[in-house]
């Protein structure tokens, strides 16, 4: 079997997918734009060959690349980066070398958007939240915000996390968003009051669930990127029922086969007509890659298991021979922010938490902007445990 990963060292853990591609007896064939010379060692030793283009946005080249493996090692099977920024890349080189494993170019839409998502969702039988599509006439938007009510959420249709999303509280904020309106579509919505859960894990190729797990984030990782806050989320042990049952539907509705996922939802804590009661349900996006950052490794702590190898399995046999019933725990990410004056210094976290840190990490700083500077992320037993350490990590002085 023949693997082309697109940019394989991007997040630095990354290299752990292309391990366990090898180990599993896999031809991974390495395509990007970085200096050989500047690859870790230890993504070195899974790569069958490497290819550097100059860039990667350059069609033309990667079509050389691919054509240079393909004429050496034969037809390509599987071509994957699990990174948001390169999965249209990576649907256009499967249509037009008509590789099977994966969505093409033409599925791709469905799920780039946040607009095109709505209808899946709602195939999928997941409230979603009301919204608007922005153009340059304000009058539009104020007759939207008049039947929803204030807040509302404007963000780019297509893009990444919660850069350059804001919340817009009163008139005054909608005429300064409108008089510098970005030169790219952006999607309003009303606002949801919830918590964000998040269904991760891996699909096979009917679209059922291989592995799931799940993850708490705070209500609003758009605050944290607006305000440059510091960050905590976690792992939890168990995926609730209602969880799970909304994320499988959500799964066949995209028809996301083979597939590491990340599918985001709100979890209402406050009631909101049309949608739903305290408690319930309701659709936010989906990320049709790897959850961001080191939350794969989260997932690993949590769940005693190693998911690189699960998805590697899922590539090479079409499911998982990893045992899925060991011990959880709650895996416990908090990121501190640079500037800010906290509680405790780094020696007291470790003086308390040093046998329970299992990351300790400085992010990097393509990644700090929602993810915070300095992470330590620890494997805790209980909820309680969970809520201390991250006031102990984060506790303001």
């Known amino acids: 079997m023949n693997f082309v990963f697109i940019s394989p060292h991007f997040p630095k853990s990354y290299w ?39 860039n990667l946005e350059n069609y033309d080249e990667v079509i050389r690349a691919i054509g240079y493996f393909t004429h050496k090692y034969g037809k390509i099977d599987w071509v994957e980066s699990n990174n948001e920024y390169w999965l249209e890349l990576d649907a ?69 996390g919660a850069a350059k999303t804001y919340k817009l509280k009163c008139e005054e904020d909608v005429h ?46 758009m605050d944290i990127v607006n305000t440059n806050d510091h960050l905590a989320y ?3 042990k168990e995926v609730s029922p209602v969880l799970r049952d909304c994320g499988e539907r959500v799964l066949k509705a995209f028809n996301a086969r083979n597939r590491f996922f990340h599918l985001e939802f709100f979890r209402l804590t406050k009631a909101k007509k049309g949608l739903g009661e305290v408690g319930d ?47 959880h725990y709650f895996a416990a990410y908090c990121a501190r922010r640079d500037g800010k004056n906290y509680r405790h210094s780094e020696e007291e976290i470790w003086a308390k938490y040093g046998d329970r840190i299992v990351m300790r990490e400085r992010m990097p700083e393509i990644l700090s902007g929602a993810m915070g500077n300095e992470m330590y992320t620890a494997k805790l037993d209980t909820e309680e445990e969970l809520w201390e350490y991250n006031d102990f990590v984060l506790g303001l002085a």
């Not at 896999?26 to 070195?44: I, M, Q, R």
């Not at 690993?300 to 990893?322: C, E, H, L, P, R």
Request: a negative charge.
């Open 16 to 54: 752990n997918f292309c391990d366990r591609l090898k180990k599993n007896g896999v031809n991974v064939l390495g395509l990007a734009d970085t200096p050989y010379d500047a690859l870790p060692w230890e993504l070195k030793n899974c790569l069958t060959e490497y290819y550097k283009v100059d």
């Open 92 to 160: 256009k080189i499967r249509t037009d070398f008509n590789i099977t494993t994966g969505m093409k170019a033409e599925e791709i839409g469905s799920f780039k958007s946040k607009s095109a998502m709505k209808s899946s969702y709602k195939k999928a039988n997941i409230p979603v939240a009301r919204h608007h599509m922005v153009n340059a006439n304000r009058e539009e938007g104020l007759a939207f915000i008049a039947e929803v009510g204030y807040p509302v959420i404007v963000k780019p249709d297509i893009g990444v």
């Open 176 to 221: 300064a968003f409108y008089n510098e309106l970005p030169n790219i579509q952006y999607i309003m919505e009303e606002f949801i009051e919830g918590t964000i859960v998040s269904f991760d894990g891996i699909s096979g190729n009917d679209a059922e669930v291989i592995f799931a797990t799940s993850n708490e984030f705070p209500p609003s990782i």
């Open 234 to 236: 976690h792992t939890v």
């Open 281 to 327: 349900i309701v659709a936010l996006e989906v990320n049709m890659r790897a959850p961001g950052g080191y939350t794969p490794d989260m997932i690993n702590y949590a769940n005693s298991v190693d998911v690189y190898q699960i998805w590697a399995d899922m590539v090479a046999f079409g499911k998982t021979y990893v045992d899925l019933n060991k011990q």
